[in-house]
């Protein structure tokens, strides 16, 4: 079965010609104005606008309020909401239900605590994203390059669909395929010359080694 990718953080409409070149599934607009990957609305409208049909949107917030995500929704032609903060499974469930757009929860995994609390989301979310923990004091909650030990989810069934995420890059991605069973990967700074430069070259080979 083909690993679906999603590439996550890029700024330009030059990158979305490379991810689809590259062969994604998704790709990931960041709303955060911390990140060195930090879009604005009228920006991502344009990358948005300009994605080929069959290329999924994902729109990524962290802890958004509902006025936030009313402006990205109603500007920006979406698939999907990816939640990358501490909401709650309230709080997915009340997003879902405003925007009608499929939701993806992103949750940081350390530990098998750490996956049994992710299992609360999969009767909420449509998708769920496994991910590092950042580090204490990061400033991102997310898109630090670090992995997790993927042997925690070694065993575990899921019964909505979900993305191995953390410190995936071209060199290690096949071996996170085969270490955690996962079909669909999300990365972003391993496929970065720096942080928020994209690379068509980077993507390409993800895609490829993703699949080998
Ligand atoms: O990428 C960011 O700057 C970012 C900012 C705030 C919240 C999440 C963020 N990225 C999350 C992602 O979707 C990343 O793709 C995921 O955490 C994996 O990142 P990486 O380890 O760099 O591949």
């Known amino acids: 079965m083909k690993v679906r990718v999603k590439l996550c953080g890029l700024t330009t409409q030059g990158d979305i010609d490379a991810a689809a070149t590259a062969g994604a599934a998704y790709i990931g607009l960041v709303f955060f104005d911390k990140s060195p990957r930090n879009v604005s609305i009228e920006t991502a409208r344009s990358m948005a606008l300009h994605a080929p049909i069959g290329l999924a949107k994902v729109a990524l917030v962290v802890n958004a309020d509902d006025a936030t ?4 929704t109603a500007s920006i032609p979406l698939d999907m909401l ?24 992103a949750l940081g995994i350390a530990s ?12 909420v979310a449509d998708q769920l994203l496994l991910d590092a923990k950042p580090a204490e004091g990061e400033t991102l909650p997310g898109g630090n390059g670090l992995s997790f030990d993927w042997r925690l989810l070694e065993g575990e069934s899921w019964s909505v669909p979900w993305m191995l995420a953390g410190g995936l890059t071209p060199d290690n991605v096949a071996e996170a395929v085969r270490c955690s069973g996962a079909q669909q990967v999300d990365v ?3 496929i970065e ?4 430069q994209k690379s068509a070259a980077l993507m390409a080979k993800f895609v490829t080694e993703a699949n080998s």
């Open 69 to 72: 995500l009313d402006r990205i």
């Open 82 to 105: 990816q939640l990358h903060g501490s909401e709650t499974p309230d709080r997915v469930a009340a997003v879902k239900a405003r925007y009608g757009l499929p939701v993806m929860k």
């Open 112 to 123: 098998r605590a750490d996956v049994a609390s992710a299992q609360l989301y999969s009767g």
């Open 188 to 190: 972003s700074s391993g």
């Open 193 to 196: 010359t720096a942080p928020g």
